[in-house]
């Protein structure tokens, strides 16, 4: 290595996206389940793979260590901290790689972007969570944005299967 040169520090959860992919699902971080066994939505009590099921997205419920055979089915999975993890609370701010994150959005174009808690979409839309409604946004510009209510047990007083099934809805050209 050049006597200048830093190394990067490896994902925690490598991103799993390509190019013109017709859904991606953006966290915030992985959580301490998920560093753990290197899966995404690991944690027996998350919702995610469920949902997934439930709404169509995946053909039969999905075990967190499938996650690479969602790029089959046309989606997407990536977090804005990829060299971290934990509780989004206690993940500083400079972690959450943003500017990176719009690179990667801008280079693959996917056609959506379905935000797995109100704070991922607040680092993407700029917005404080508490004036971001769970759904789809009304913005005009491409990608389509999905806001939706997090997976995460921590969260179960707010969920709802409701905005998943309008992303899933959106996934297999079905009107929104």
Partial sequence: MAPNARARPAHVLPDRLAPNLKLWFVGTAAGPKSAA????YAHPGNRFWRALHETGVTPRLFAPHEYTR?????????DFCKTGWGVDAEIAREAFDVAGF??????????ALAFTSKTAAGLWLGEPTGRISVGQQVIQDRPAIFVLPSP???????????PWREAADFLHGRSV
């Fill in 152 to 162: 995460s047990g921590l969260a179960t007083s707010y969920w709802s299967l409701g």
């Fill in 102 to 111: 719009r690179r990667k959005v801008m280079r693959l174009k996917p056609a």
């Fill in 37 to 40: 066994l290197r899966q995404y």
């Fill in 70 to 78: 969602l790029l089959d089915l046309g989606v997407g999975l990536t």
